[in-house]
């Protein structure tokens, strides 16, 4: 060791280690070993698998690899549990979820190095930034726990709730997860990742002294086998996962048609975004907190590094002697910036790709000095003279490995930020307010940060655009994602649809035309589809027959097929760019004009309701006039469907707003061929969604009889399409469409499984619905038009 | 570390455009100043060393309207001798001829302050130019720049007019201090803001660029009688312009936070920040110094209880 007098000299720094003795001691009073902890009480331990410290490689403990019954015996305990739980007031929910964050605060220390022993993460990252999110967390659900019944009227728990949470921030995923559920009323099975179970462990065992009763909060410790154990378990009735794109997709699909509901916090690959007005050196640390926070091991990490070509050289030479100061080593050591990477597997995987950055052409650069030898340490790493087509600008690389890319506008800024399958955050930076709150809104992610990056707070819903996932975690946003309409209080399934029946008759007799009164034949009107704003032919050349309630054949429309709706995706991208920026005002006046001009054809829209359905003139005019009503309603809301302004702990406003998905299928109910197109349509329309919409397949002739409609209330061109035809097949395409950003099924209970099973692809959001509705029941507005738009937090945080 | 003796800054001719396009973040800035100490730390042997150097680098500092000849000869005298030798024995640092940066005084105590120094190598500053509020006539404050000059003092702590930089009058804050860069001569320019008047950071940023164009050779916070002193926001900014300015003009200035640094905590974290943003070489006394006087018994206080492991009074350490 250097005296005094040297140091004196050299000035450099010492070691400054975090004592592991508490931390070790729990895991001795455990003897090294840990089963699940169920219903209050631990398993004996079962088949064991080693928990490493990835900084030395030494084993800290062995836990137990979860098998199907485990994961059964959770559930069980979880269900048993529920009805207790969920029936407490909300004011003694909200004293259990206190407890929780106050016993998170009481053993933070503890937590913060069984954290980073655990995950490699510098202990003052666990300590100042990890921990205290969580009781934060708890603190913030305590309060939705008591406001629940006051402020979700209506709704309540889903049930029991498997949750998946990832290795990166095991205890943070943990808060933000488990204190949503509990606060709703739902009980919880958590499986931590197998690389880091410890905290979840600890947390579960403090919980339950803390009182929480046995069976809400069970956690059951294992690899993805057990993890898809509880995704495919019968008596689940949510899933929440966060964790890599890849085993979302696997969730999504193994789900699909389960009626699971379902969360997922996925990947990214997140702009961070400079222009030339920047405070520089407020940039350089921005980039440190972005990529070299937690070694780069986040999903919402600034990887992609979008600079005006104007200062890139300049901003470039700052990070690199940034870099040069960053200091990588024993995560317990508190003055290191960068600990150890998770796990070998992961550093193998980052090594590879900045191999194949190399190998692709882009140019690497680290700093002088060299990461420890013994363990899992990966320098910080700069690649530049990167293409948006390198691998390393499009794959998440999960390590502290930044890619950076110059560009010349604000305009081509967006449209490289926008270049990505992801969608989970971006950080703006540049001092010109005009600019900043211009580009966020043109970001095609769940988060933007301006002039910061990585700031959370519970108050603020996290999650992603596109395939970074759906759902989102913290603020009342969040909240919805544990609860669910309380069967009564809207509109509940009446029955099975019945246009199986139907389609089959169209197809195998299709009778004549009734013939008309006079002599002559009358003029064809069979209709085309509507696509662009125009009328056109199906691409097939088929027709198909419509029949009235007795068979008849009254009609006949368009066989629409693939190459139709993708024209109608094309023709809604195109629409969806204006109308989604239009004024709410312009789209309420739009909705109010089609029930104008709807109403002054009402009785036209009756007669042909009567026609298809067998309706009695008296529910026709009543289906005719609630449409009216509905479009009304819509109209209303337009201007009404406003974003809040969350109270986050910093000098600045988190900006919560509602973006339309983009363009969404609606694949509409058949029952109901006008109403309930109306009540789907209506609020994708009022939130600035473009929509191409598969009608009533028995009855699509109320929505054909639209068309004209539409065209004489000044929709624009592309922001309503309609393909009549096959229901399951049309919608199969558009749940298959990579350019469809969301899809809302009503129908059939396999069509709702293709549905969801195909919508894995690009992860797009859909609504799926079994079985007839009815739609006269006012339904509440407000879920329409949450499930018409996706929130956006935009943090601004201020002061000159 | 040695520290080769460095040009002086000659200062620049004054670029508007440059000055006008420097923009501080606070936020961010605040962000990054919070981090500094949670990010760093010194332990132990570490922080001994660290505190010693700290003492080093201060300016002891009495600036009070009833001081005289008796308090100044004190403050001079703690200056010589800052550690108890016992202190310093026992941390093997007898040998490092440890000593204040310098002693800083009103011009009315340079002579006397000049008297009790000498020999010692440790220079007295004079505060200069109306000191605080720098409102005294123009002449006047050249004047009292070169009286204190002639009395001995070998840094000169100047004050700005805030007006120039609040009317965004760069011109005049440029002239003002090449003038009295001027009047110094030999002796070396420390430039005073007053940042706690000066209300944003990107004020302060372009009047710390303008007065390092004018040819200071340091620039320094605060004069101690402003509502807010240094902080490390402020510190932030500040630094971050000696860095561009070395990169720009390859000439090194110097750094002097005044003002409510009181503990030996706060001395290391002004360190660390030295450090991290500047380098090791703007942790020598030629360019980094700390304005202060209560902050020296508080070191004693810290480098006491490393050599004893048990906490340490104040009344154990002789007064300043």
Redesign the interface.
Known sequence: MPSVAEIFQTMAYGPAPESDKEAKAWLAAHGGRFGHFVDGAWTRPGTPFDVIDPSDATRLATVTQGTGRDVDAAVAAARKAFRGWSRLAPHVRARHLYALARMVQKHARLFAVVESMDNGKPIRETRDIDIPLVARHFYHHAGWAQLRDAEFAGYGPVGVVGQIIPWNFPLLMLAWKVAPALAAGNTVVLKPAEFTPLSALLFAELAHEAGLPPGVLNVVTGDGRTGAALVEHRDVDKIAFTGSTEVGRLIRKATAGSGKKLSLELGGKSPFIVYEDADLDAVVEGVVDAIWFNQGQVCCAGSRLLVQEGIHDRLMARIRARMERLRVGDPLDKAVDMGAIVAPEQLERITQLVAQGKAEGATMWQPSWSVPRNGCFYPPTLFTNVEPASTIAQVEIFGPVLVAMSFRTPEESVALANNTVFGLAASVWTENINLALDIAPKLKAGVVWVNATNLFDAAAGFGGYRESGFGREGGREGMWEYLTEIAGSGSAPKGPARSAVRTRAARTAPPALAAPADAGPGVDRTPKLFVGGKQTRPDSGYSRAVLDARGRRIGEVGEGNRKDLRNAVEAAHAAAKTWGRSTAHLRAQILYYIGENLDARGEEFAARLRAQTGATAGQARAEVAASVDRLFTYAAWADKWDGAVHHVPIRGVALQMHEPIGVVGVVAPDEAPLLGLVSTVAPLLATGNAIVVVPSEPHPLSATDLYTVLESSDVPAGAVNIVTGAKDALAKVLAEHDDVEGLWYWGTAAGRTAVEHASAANMKRTWCHVGARDWHGAPDARHFLREATQVKNIWVPYGE | ?SAAELPRNPGQPLDLEVVRAI??????????AA?IP?????????Q???L??AITLMDLTTLSGDDTAGNVRRLCAKARHPVRPEILAA???A??GITVGAVCVYHTWVGTAVDALQGSGIPVAAVSTGFPAGLAPFETRLAEIAASVRAGAREIDIVITRAHVLTGDWAALYDEVKAFRAACGDAHLKAILATGELA???NVARASWVAMQAGADFIKTSTGKEGVNATLPVS?AMV?QIREYEAATGFKVGYKPAGGIRTAKQALEF?LLM??ELG?RW?HPDLFRFGASALLTDIERQLEHFVTGRYAAAHRQPMP
């Open positions: 570390m923009r501080v973040n606070r936020s961010a800035a605040e962000r990054r981090t949670t990010r760093r730390t010194v332990k132990r042997e570490w001994a060393a660290w010693l150097k941390l093997g640092a040998d490092l944003t950071l990107t932030l971050r360190l450090k991290e090791d942790l």
